[in-house]
């Protein structure tokens, strides 16, 4: 067996089970060991596919830890008494929080977050009270369509803080950049139209707020 890859972070999600001994140790020392974090035991998910589908899954728990300074995934195992590969880095403590309850998974079953536990419980809560994030893209969306020549990414990030949704620009990640682009790539096909040249496509580029992509066309272009 290959050994378990260790890494330093400051936080963790791990999937544990009611029916391991050592879990159930674990999640008692997460309680009562001062961590700050959040866990919820799911016994209602179910398999979208496969010859299980429909059928039950295993009850698990899913827990999401944070710690204030990077630490060894393998100090934080042996302080739990569970393996190390039980333990991931989190990328992003906000969506993890959020799917302990599914919250943005609709095809999956959606816990109550009263079933949440842990310190970190607080910070979902505070998630899940924030208003209506849709409308918050849909103002987004808005920003780059009203703008009425070619948009840069540093222009949409100075216009998100303008109008105070700065973290979900931030929480589109790539989308929108596909979008700037997308924007970018119309403003392009309205100047080659209302010229009548037939401009080079390439030379356009500087205009795109990301040229790493070679597809940088939209995707319903044809």
Request: proline share 3%; glycine share 6%.
């Amino acid at each position: 067996m290959a050994d378990t890859q260790k890494f330093r972070d400051r936080k963790f999600c791990a999937v544990l089970y009611p029916e391991d001994e050592t879990h159930v140790a674990a999640i008692e020392k997460l309680k009562s060991g001062g961590y700050n974090f959040a866990a919820i035991l799911h016994d209602k998910d179910v398999y979208e596919d496969g010859e299980h589908k429909g059928e039950t899954k295993k009850s698990h728990w899913h827990v999401v830890v944070r710690f204030k300074n990077a630490v060894w995934n393998t100090a934080i195992a042996k302080e739990l008494g569970i393996q190390p590969n039980y333990l991931e880095a989190c990328a992003n403590v906000d969506s993890a929080l959020l799917y302990l309850v599914h919250f943005g998974n609709e095809d999956k079953f959606q816990y109550e977050y009263e079933a949440v536990f842990g310190p970190l419980r607080v910070r979902l809560s505070t998630l899940l009270a924030e208003p209506d994030e849709g409308a918050r893209v849909l103002n987004l969306v808005d920003i780059v369509d009203n703008t009425p020549g070619p948009i840069g990414y540093s222009e949409l990030i100075k216009k998100a803080v303008a109008a105070g949704i700065y973290a979900d620009l931030r929480r589109m990640g790539s989308i929108a950049v596909r979008l700037v682009n997308e924007h970018n790539y119309e403003c392009y096909r309205e100047l080659q139209h209302n010229s009548g040249v037939s401009q080079d496509f390439e030379n356009f580029r500087g205009f795109l707020a990301f040229t790493g992509d070679r597809d940088i066309r939209p995707l319903d272009d044809d």
